[in-house]
């Protein structure tokens, strides 16, 4: 079967690029990503590509090249899923927040109202494509609504993981370390993962798109992210043990990095990672584990959140205690919101939960990020329902300027390792700040030693005293 038609519902951070890459690469099918959520839909319609609802590196170029073209965006989800030979699911999948599984479980309502709303259009048979990151088994759930319309329509699902990051969105979709593609064992499920493999197979050598069934594939995503998680989690609890031995986390991740065994990768010690992954698709790790009964199995993964947790509250603990052991009414800096580089998304992000403390501790925070907005940052800040709106708005300030931000500041903070940061005239920074002049490096990006060549006070996460 050759794929002409593609559609895609949810148009957020997964779905844009990906479907983008899609089209710009198979200018053969028509691609349309479809979402309820109008504005979104108009951003990612708006002539002006730098308005395009999600930042990435590269991402306007391949819209600006397959818009119009082949590429769609439309809130009409009932004529794109009638009118596509194959459909992406790329929706939210996030922690749930009430009833059972709360604060663990993957909220699937918008998969199974995708689910249905699949059922009801399509009057013609369809290859159903899980993008979004689902537990395992989560495709006998989609077959059963799916296969119970009584139309006589015939649906396949597939399950194709995206593995891509962001901030590189563009590069990993572009050249995948692998494509992962699982499906059923039988011929018709067989046919609908040859379908898949070939539209990848446009810009994606053979070797490097792999085949499974499809509880492999579910259960390989939520796996590949567990693994990376705890590397992280790894190494930052390493860095803790570095700044009470004198040993240098930098030095560590370099000296095991270099046994092949362990990689290089990921080992870089940070505040604690974020992102709107890792967390929720650990969390989902334990919560199925424990539904299976494998307690230590949770127990084991659960570990890697509650490291995550320590390490951003050691780094505002450690704030708190080098100031003196009070920051209240002490302006402090932030330089960076979102949860790494290259990116405007702030889920999850460490800054979040460091600056949340901070401010219990009655510390004034000003904040400087190039790429996110100040409604972003309140709203995740107003999100955690700690103090009131007005509060919020009142102890900490959003800054358009990274030296306005640091003016008469008692210390700043470092909360994503965005380049610019390690460019800035460090010296004018210092002479505008009160002194002792601190800098808290949550990310081990500064040149500490210029730093304390000028007379500021350093730490840097993982880095012993002498
Ligand atoms: N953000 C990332 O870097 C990655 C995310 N994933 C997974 O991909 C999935 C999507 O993630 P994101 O794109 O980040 O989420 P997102 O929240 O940015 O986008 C999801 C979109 O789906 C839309 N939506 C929800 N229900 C809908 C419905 N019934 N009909 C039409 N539109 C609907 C929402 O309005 C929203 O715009 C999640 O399962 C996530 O775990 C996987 C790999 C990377
Ligand atoms: O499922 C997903 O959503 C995606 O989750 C991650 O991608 P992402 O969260 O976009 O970004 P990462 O580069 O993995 O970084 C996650 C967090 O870990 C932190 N991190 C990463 C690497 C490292 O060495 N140290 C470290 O602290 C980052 O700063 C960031 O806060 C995975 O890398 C992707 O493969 C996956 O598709």
Request: glycine share 6%; hydrophobic share 40%.
């Amino acid at each position: 079967m050759k794929i002409k038609t593609i559609c895609c519902i949810g148009a957020g951070y997964v779905g844009g690029p990906t479907m983008a890459v899609i089209a710009q690469q198979c200018s053969h099918i028509k691609v349309t990503v479809v979402d309820l959520n109008a504005s979104r839909i108009a951003a990612w319609n708006d002539a002006d590509l730098n308005k395009l609802p999600v930042f990435e590196p590269g991402l306007d170029k391949v819209v600006g090249e397959a818009r119009g073209r082949n590429l769609f965006f439309s809130t009409d989800v009932d004529q794109a899923i009638d009118e596509a030979d194959m459909i992406f699911i790329s929706v939210n999948t996030p922690t749930k927040t009430y009833g059972k599984g709360k604060g663990m479980a993957a909220d699937l309502k918008y998969i199974e109202l995708c689910a249905r709303q699949i059922a009801s259009v399509s009057k013609s048979n369809k290859i159903v494509v899980e993008k979004s990151t689902l537990p395992v088994r989560t495709a006998s759930a989609i077959k059963n609504i799916l296969d119970h319309t009584g139309n006589g329509v015939e649906f396949q699902i597939l399950s194709n993981p995206e593995f891509l990051a962001e901030g590189t969105a563009i590069e990993d979709l572009l050249s995948p370390d692998r494509v992962l593609i699982g499906g059923d064992t039988s011929d018709k499920g067989q046919e609908a993962i040859q379908a898949l493999v070939d539209v990848y197979a446009n810009w994606v050598p053979k070797e490097r798109i792999l085949t499974t069934n499809v509880w492999s594939s579910e259960l390989s995503k939520l796996t590949a992210n567990a693994f990376l998680a705890q590397r992280v989690s790894s190494i930052n609890s390493i860095s803790a043990l570095c700044e009470k031995t004198g040993a240098d986390v930098n030095e560590v991740a370099k000296a095991i990095g270099l046994d092949s065994r362990i990689g290089s990768k990921f080992l870089k010690s940070s505040v604690g990672f974020g992102g709107s992954c890792f967390q929720k698709d650990i969390l989902n790790l334990v919560y199925i584990a424990k539904t299976y009964g494998l307690n230590e199995v949770a127990d084991y993964w659960e570990q890697v959140i509650i490291m995550n947790d320590y390490q951003k509250n050691r780094f505002s603990n450690n704030i708190v205690s080098t100031l003196y052991n009070t920051v209240s009414g002490k302006k402090i800096t932030f330089l960076g919101w979102a949860f790494k580089k290259d990116t405007n998304d702030t889920r999850e992000s460490a800054a979040i939960q460091v600056a949340d403390n901070l401010l219990n501790e009655q510390a004034h925070i000003e904040v400087y990020d190039p790429k996110v907005s100040e409604e972003r940052m309140y709203a995740d800040l107003d999100y955690l329902n700690t103090r009131t709106e007005a509060e919020n708005r009142a102890l900490l300030k959003v800054l358009k300027d990274p030296y306005q931000a640091c003016k008469e500041s008692h210390a700043i903070a470092v909360l994503t390792e965005w380049d610019e940061f390690k460019t800035y005239d460090w010296q004018r920074i210092y002479n505008n700040m009160l002194k002792p002049a601190f800098v808290f490096d949550g990310r081990g990006i500064l040149d500490t030693k210029a730093l304390e060549k000028i007379g500021f006070v350093c730490y840097s996460i993982g880095k012993g005293s002498k």
